[in-house]
């Protein structure tokens, strides 16, 4: 089963545009994970935020966290059109190491 | 470091027949490795969980008596799908987690059942 909703599910901005993805989440959790899928490949992960950090960055990504809505986002700044890809949450449910993504937000930037 | 690969990228096959699908930790050891189906743009669903020298955990409604797992050394672990129907063609991805708990994904295979 899933661990909740991403939204928007799907996402089109223009080159140099800001994209926000949010995703929320049904159970308590240690940590949540933000991942890519580039069309018909694997995942690369891109960052963790651990349930006691409120807000991460790494490079042009941002991720937030509020525990206390369950939900969290990723904002991407000054988007390229090689960041088209989708993107999803993931977090291990109660203290367990199996990951259970979200839905899913497909990003195109257009150059 | 941290690289998982599988075999093979992409499978066809006949309906009824059985594919084993192969996912390697290359350069470190993984007791867990896990495996996920993904539809077209659709999210990974997790199948079940491989444990080096145990049974697999299935998540609920997984059969497993059609998806048999072993996970036999710590850099392998192999997903079977026994006779396959064409339902079962999916995108399978496998992960194998680092001593940091971290999971490290593989390229997936994808199976196309005729």
């Known amino acids: 089963s899933q661990q909740g909703e991403e939204d928007p599910q799907a996402l089109s901005i223009q080159e140099g545009e800001n994209a926000t993805m949010n995703c929320s989440y049904k159970t308590s959790i240690n940590n949540l994970q933000w991942y890519r899928q580039n069309s018909g490949r694997g995942l690369v992960h891109l960052i963790l935020i651990r349930s006691n950090e409120r807000e991460k960055h790494s490079g042009r990504l941002r991720v937030t966290l509020d525990t206390s809505k369950k939900s969290s986002s990723l904002l991407i700044t000054a988007s390229r059109a090689a960041d088209t890809a989708s993107y999803f949450c993931a977090t291990p449910p109660d203290s367990s190491y199996k990951l259970i993504f979200g839905s899913g937000t497909r990003l195109l930037v257009r150059p | 470091g941290a690289v998982v690969s599988q075999h093979p990228s992409w499978v066809i096959c006949k309906s009824g027949t059985s594919v084993k699908i192969e996912c390697r930790s290359l350069d470190f050891q993984a007791t867990t490795m896990f495996w996920y189906r993904q539809f077209p743009k659709q999210s990974l669903m997790l199948m079940a969980t491989?444990?080096?020298?145990?049974?697999?955990?299935?998540e609920q409604g997984v059969e497993k008596d059609k998806f048999l797992i072993n996970h036999a050394s710590l850099t392998l672990s192999t997903l079977t799908v026994t006779s396959a129907h064409p339902e079962d063609s999916s995108f399978y991805i496998c992960?194998?987690?680092?001593?940091?708990?971290?999971?490290?994904f593989g390229p997936g295979t994808r199976l196309t059942v005729l």
């Open positions: 992960s194998a987690m680092g001593q940091g708990n971290e999971q490290f």
């Open positions: 491989s444990n080096e020298g145990s049974k697999a955990t299935y």
